[in-house]
């Protein structure tokens, strides 16, 4: 009895140290919103318009001249990551009913409030799906690029003060399931895969 009780005692500290610490570092990235409007003001368009960017830029490696086919390859596994990871997110969003962070007084909020859960993060998931498909297609230097863009987007959800940083960590977990899904299942130089390469 005692040692189940010490066993439970213990857990419940490691929640409350584990919750603490997720609110904490989100105060901590989010501390600077509403001190620079022009900081203010860049971080909310990246929020509202990077991951459009990301997806128009990915369109665009469609007319990529080096290795064309596998690169179209790399943009319809991102697409489809993307809606994977996003369907993942809807179905954790049935079971998980986590408050925002701004309505736990944890942060400052910069835009609108939203009217969705906050657990996990959509912005990340869709942003880091992408960057999953492309590096699980050995595609270094745009996967760098594209990491480094859904970086900014996924810290600027917490700086904004709409997600807590574990909503962001969730949602690259789904990207990734949804990205490593892709690659298990679409295979690369298949009848579906060489029709839809060699389109446009």
Known sequence: MLAGGLQRSTLLLDQGYQVGMDASLTHWIS???????????????????????MVIAVAMQWWSRDDRLHVRHACLSAGLSFLIGLAINQAILFVVHRIRPYDAGVTHLLIAPSADWS??????????????????????????????????????????????????????????????????????????????????
Do not use: K
């Open 119 to 200: 657990f996990p993060s959509d912005h990340a998931t869709a942003s880091m799906a992408i960057v999953a498909a492309f590096a699980m297609q050995a595609l270094p230097r745009r996967t760098l690029a594209l990491f480094v863009i859904a970086f900014v987007i996924c810290w600027s959800r917490i700086f904004i003060g709409t997600h807590y940083l574990s909503d962001v960590i969730g949602g690259v977990a789904t990207a990734a399931i949804g990205a490593l899904a892709v690659r298990l299942t679409y295979r690369e130089n298949s009848r579906l895969d060489a029709f839809a390469t060699r389109i446009l």
């Open 31 to 53: 501390a600077a919103a509403g001190i620079s409007p022009l900081l203010d003001r860049t971080m909310i368009a990246i929020s509202q318009f990077g991951v459009p960017l």
